[in-house]
């Protein structure tokens, strides 16, 4: 089995350590067999090169790459929105999440569009509002999922769309209603960063199988892995929060 990775804006869309989403989903994919393509999608690529994604990955930035990345991005929405609609995993994180919302209200009030691809939008409440930042677990179904946020904006879902996940401890969304991402179709907007997936096993697999499926139109079941030392990760966050897992 094959798998085509493409990895949004790498140069430019990787601040937060977000990288290491894309080892992990290579590794996990490999010890499985299953290969995984690794298609880097830049400033200069065209369009086209993102029609046959199995998976869309792209982490979050600084202001100036955001704003270079934004720009670029409005000229592949049509494309980036099919692949979506039609239910090709994507994990946006951060500054991309927030991109496929319907816009961004700055701190000084202009207000940036997005490209309305999740029904949502952001706004950040001025440089005087603390931001949401620091460790941070959820409740992802039946799953634990812990990482890190760090945004100003804050996010508001919309009717169309439901949350990725609950906040059990952090502020996720808005730091308001105990709201974290978006999940849409088979897509997850998230500001957990770490990044997301060596600590949380299950929702890279979720991403391996879920692609697996879309491509081949058939339940693919993936052996399972020890994950020992991403439990171990997680147990230090648990202890480090005093909560439970």
């Known amino acids: 089995m094959r798998l085509k990775l493409t990895w949004m804006y790498p140069d430019l869309m990787s601040t937060y350590g977000d990288r290491g989403n894309i080892q992990v ?8 067999d299953v290969e995984m393509v690794l298609s880097p999608h830049t400033l200069e690529s065209d369009s086209s090169t993102l029609i046959d994604s199995d998976i869309i990955l792209m982490g979050g930035a600084q202001d100036r790459q955001q704003k270079l990345v934004s720009d670029n991005l409005q000229k592949k929405a049509k494309t980036l929105k099919k692949l979506i609609d039609g239910g090709t995993p994507g994990l946006f994180i951060c ?56 945004h100003g904006g804050r996010t508001y879902l919309g009717k169309n769309v439901e949350p990725f996940a609950q906040v059990v401890k ?23 960063h770490g990044p997301i997936l060596p600590k949380n096993p299950d929702l890279a697999d979720w ?7 879309v491509k081949y139109q058939k339940e693919i079941r993936l052996s399972p892995l020890p994950d020992v030392l991403e439990q171990e990760a997680r147990n230090i966050m648990f202890r480090r929060l005093n909560i439970g897992n």
């Open 207 to 213: 991403i391996l199988a879920t692609a697996l499926k």
């Open 25 to 32: 989903l290579t590794r996990r994919a490999m010890w499985r």
């Open 170 to 192: 952090g502020g996720g969304n808005n730091g308001e209603d105990g709201t974290e991402g978006v999940f849409y179709k088979n897509s997850i907007g998230t500001y957990l």
């Open 95 to 150: 500054g991309a999440y927030q991109f496929l919302g319907n816009y961004y209200r700055a701190a000084d009030g202009t207000t940036i569009p997005g490209l309305e691809i999740f029904d949502l939008h952001t706004i950040h409440p001025g440089d005087q509002e603390k931001r949401i930042i620091g460790n941070i677990v959820t409740r992802w179904g039946n799953k634990t999922l812990v990482g890190f946020e760090n």
